[in-house]
């Protein structure tokens, strides 16, 4: 029996159902309202982030806004966020390896891509090209850092098609197509895509995780995917986070895991589990298809 296949899929059915059914839920709040303070039971005051309690089973942000509600209704964004990010990636990323293959031109572009972006961690070139003026002050911010997100690894995924490619070629039954007069076109058809199909969908998965890892640093250092500028009485602009990805629970981290311990850990264990469910499916799909086409 797979076990982690049966198990990361649960986990996925799990938190797909979630952003279906999670705005009818009676326990969440879709209008996500603030609470600017509330009585405590001695006659004083306090404020926000509150400790969990029964009106707040997990605790509540720094706006006073219901933790769980903000949790549930925004896996959905989460979930959606990355899927689109990879789709991006991938829809760039399989073309130019392909490309990369039959073209030395293309697969100068690979190296190049993929070097530039591999010899440091993906977020230091996000950090510096998200930090532009042209793309932090754009209207279509969202947009932007997706694209972004998405190209910084294209060129580690094309390069593992590619890779993939050049050992089909050694096959014997590749070089029985070629000899064939078969075109570009249908051997890439008829001999490349079918085996490369099982490690693109175990690859897709993983890179699900990878993705989400990575935003989650975003919210550490404060870049979030959608904010709203807001004028300060000192003539300078602040900006607030107007999304409900899992990440923004790590703004300022370093104060609220002392003060506010529920604001980290409700993101770490929802971006963990997720991560999890990504790997086990991934892993799983491995396995499947190495036991399905060593049976063949």
Do not use: C
Request: no cysteine.
């Amino acid at each position: 029996m797979n076990k982690s296949l049966i198990f990361g899929l649960i986990i996925l059915s799990f938190l797909v159902i979630i952003t279906f059914i999670a705005p009818y839920l009676p326990f969440v709040d879709t209008s996500l309202k603030d609470t600017v303070m509330r009585q405590k039971e001695d006659g004083g005051f306090e404020l926000p982030p509150f400790a969990p309690s029964a009106d707040f089973p997990i605790g509540s942000d720094h706006n006073g806004v219901d933790l769980l509600s903000r949790l549930l209704l925004g896996t959905k964004e989460t979930l959606l966020t990355i899927l689109a990010i990879v789709l991006i990636r991938y829809i760039v990323a399989i073309p130019l390896a392909m490309a990369s293959f039959y073209s030395r031109f293309f697969h100068r572009i690979l190296i190049v891509w993929n070097r530039l972006f591999s010899f440091i961690p993906p977020i230091f070139f996000v950090i510096l090209i998200i930090g532009t003026p042209f793309i932090l002050f754009s209207d279509n911010r969202y947009l932007w850092i997706l694209i972004v997100l998405a190209m910084i690894e294209v060129g580690r995924v094309a390069d593992i098609f590619y890779q993939g490619m050049v050992d089909i070629s050694k096959r014997p039954y590749v070089e029985a197509g070629i000899v064939s007069g078969s075109s570009p076109l249908t051997m890439l058809k008829n001999y490349y895509w079918p085996p490369l199909r099982p490690s693109f969908i175990v690859q897709f998965f993983s890179d699900l995780g990878r993705t989400l890892f990575l935003i989650g640093q975003l919210g550490i250092i404060e870049i979030f995917l959608s904010v709203e500028f807001v004028s300060q009485l000192s003539g300078g602009y602040k900006t607030l986070n107007t999304s409900n990805v899992w990440p923004t629970y790590f703004v300022d981290i370093t104060h609220h895991i002392w003060s506010h311990p529920w604001l980290p850990i409700t993101g770490t264990i929802a971006i963990g589990i997720t991560i999890l469910a990504f790997s086990m499916t991934s892993s799983g799909l491995q396995q499947y298809f190495d036991k399905k086409y060593k049976r063949a």
